[in-house]
């Protein structure tokens, strides 16, 4: 077995631990729909958690051409996919029922925005080491991009206005689907 395929068995297997827990936590809110009051902007936030963990398991796929992979590249991908499958586990309770998420979701944002944010710092960290190793080129409008999402969930850290929180879950997927939109388009 070569390293990449190593890791990408460990990281496969966090991300596809962290899709079912949330498609399980989707599957709980149906079946207790009678007692439980859904918040759109949760399930938005499920919605685009899901959308980060697909798209990183697409874009690991890139570094399968590294020849040589060395103790920190294992700990930068690992500790990413950790990041992201944190963030999903807070978007949904292991056992307790919720018959709030709109509560529930707030009562949590701080670490679930954190969360986040580190998966966009461990992102930058990644797209330069890609850079770095010639594995594909930085898109030229990245770092702005990166910027924008990172300075976007700290202000989603500090504050729980519901109409910023609405706004900026919108935002935040129309960022990401226009970002890798372009990307695609370059790379295909």
Same mark, same amino acid.
């Given at each position: 077995?070569? &390293?990449?395929? @190593?890791?990408? %068995?460990?990281?496969?297997?966090?991300?596809?631990? &962290?899709?079912?827990?949330?498609? /399980?936590?989707?599957?709980?809110?149906?079946?207790?729909?009678? +007692?439980?009051?859904?918040?759109?902007?949760?399930?938005?936030?499920?919605? #685009?958690? /899901?959308?980060? =963990? =697909?798209?990183?398991?697409?874009?690991?796929?890139?570094?399968?051409?590294?020849?040589?992979?060395?103790?920190?590249?294992?700990?930068?991908? %690992?500790? @990413? &996919? =950790?990041?992201?499958?944190?963030?999903?586990?807070?978007?949904?309770?292991?056992?307790?029922? %919720?018959?709030?998420?709109?509560?529930?979701? @707030? !009562?949590?944002?701080?670490?679930?925005?954190? +969360? /986040? +944010?580190?998966?966009?710092?461990?992102?930058?960290?990644?797209?330069?080491? !890609?850079? #770095?190793?010639?594995?594909?080129?930085?898109?030229?409008? @990245?770092?702005?991009?990166?910027?924008?999402?990172?300075?976007?969930?700290?202000?989603?850290?500090?504050?729980? #206005?519901?109409?910023?929180?609405?706004?900026?879950? %919108?935002?935040?997927?129309?960022?990401? &689907?226009?970002?890798?939109?372009?990307?695609? +388009?370059?790379?295909?």
């Amino acid at each position: 077995m070569q &390293a990449f395929e @190593y890791l990408g %068995v460990l990281v496969s297997v966090v991300i596809g631990l &962290a899709m079912t827990h949330l498609v /399980l936590g989707i599957i709980r809110v149906i079946h207790s729909r009678a +007692s439980t009051t859904v918040y759109w902007v949760h399930l938005l936030w499920v919605f #685009n958690v /899901l959308y980060l =963990l =697909l798209g990183f398991w697409w874009f690991f796929f890139a570094w399968q051409s590294l020849p040589e992979w060395s103790r920190s590249a294992f700990y930068l991908f %690992v500790t @990413y &996919a =950790l990041c992201l499958s944190i963030a999903a586990g807070l978007l949904f309770p292991l056992m307790e029922a %919720v018959g709030d998420f709109q509560e529930f979701f @707030y !009562k949590h944002s701080r670490w679930f925005f954190g +969360s /986040l +944010s580190l998966v966009y710092i461990l992102d930058v960290i990644e797209v330069v080491a !890609k850079a #770095n190793s010639g594995i594909r080129a930085i898109p030229s409008f @990245y770092f702005l991009y990166a910027a924008i999402m990172l300075v976007g969930l700290a202000m989603a850290i500090f504050t729980v #206005n519901r109409r910023f929180h609405g706004v900026f879950v %919108v935002l935040f997927f129309l960022a990401g &689907a226009g970002y890798d939109l372009v990307v695609f +388009s370059q790379t295909v």
